[in-house]
């Protein structure tokens, strides 16, 4: 694979503090991939947009404000990486329309949220669209798309493939707002079925899994399509 996006869970990147071992390896696996030429990052908030929505979520600040909330914290989790890689200009792009220019002539380009009422997912996938990219990888907490939460179902059960129209419905049975715990977020899976991009959900915080997918050595995760 020539060019990719990743949508980088947020916890994958900072969960009890930063995960710098991880960041380290995930950057030298990207970095050392002969036949990848194009790779957009964009990263989610996690932990620390979390700690910050719900205290304000509390005292019952609505959606939208609590949004520009987890979009900060998403565009200082991509510091994390825009700062340690080599090809890339030094900037956290606002807009898709940004990062494109600043992607011109470099192969990464990293970004976190742009505005209020989706999740990095969404700006991912906008990312891939806008690219014209075949393929797209979603970076999670989990081994792929579960038919319930696995963190607090035991009998969920791990599915190999999914129609965009499957994952579609499993996605909104669980969003429902700023902060949500959902696989990928809807208008994410809207985007991708409408450009026909095949998404590969896989543990985030395994770097050689990135090269698995992108080298096509072996099938991992889930693949939408
Ligand atoms: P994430 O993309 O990390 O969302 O953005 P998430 O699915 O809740 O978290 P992960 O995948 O487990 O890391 C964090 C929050 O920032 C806001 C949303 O409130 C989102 O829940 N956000 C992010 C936006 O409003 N717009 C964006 O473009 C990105």
Redesign the pocket.
């Known amino acids: 694979m020539e060019k990719i996006v990743i949508s980088l869970?947020?916890?994958v990147v900072s969960s009890n503090g930063v995960n710098m071992n991880f960041i380290k390896a995930f950057i030298n696996v990207l970095e050392t991939i002969p036949s990848l030429s194009k790779c957009g990052i964009v990263v989610?908030?996690?932990s620390l947009?979390r700690g910050y929505?719900e205290p304000l979520k509390n005292e019952r600040i609505n959606n939208y404000f609590?949004?520009r909330v987890?979009?900060k914290?998403?565009r200082l989790n991509a510091e994390l990486i825009v700062n340690l890689l080599k090809d890339v200009e030094n900037v956290i792009p606002e807009s898709v329309d940004e990062a494109l220019m600043v992607w011109k002539n470099r192969k990464f380009v990293v970004m976190?949220?742009?505005?209020?009422?989706?999740?990095?997912?969404?700006?991912a996938m906008l990312l891939a669209e806008a690219s014209g990219m075949d393929e797209f990888i979603n970076g999670t907490s989990v081994e792929g798309v579960y038919s319930k939460d696995p963190m607090t179902n035991k009998g969920s059960k791990k599915f190999e493939n999914l129609t965009y129209s499957e994952a579609l419905s499993l996605s909104l049975e669980s969003y429902k707002n700023?902060?949500?715990?959902?696989f990928m977020?809807p208008v994410s899976l809207l985007i991708a079925r409408r450009a026909n991009i095949k998404i590969h959900v896989i543990k985030g915080d395994i770097p050689e899994n990135y090269r698995d997918v992108i080298e096509k050595k072996k099938k991992i995760g889930t693949l939408i399509s």
Do not use: E, F
Not at 112 to 121: F, K, L, R, S
Not at 178 to 182: D, E, L, P, R
């Open positions: 869970g947020g916890s989610g908030g996690g947009a929505i609590l949004d987890g979009i914290a998403t976190g949220g742009t505005i209020p009422g989706h999740t990095t997912d969404t700006v700023a902060g949500s715990n959902v977020d």
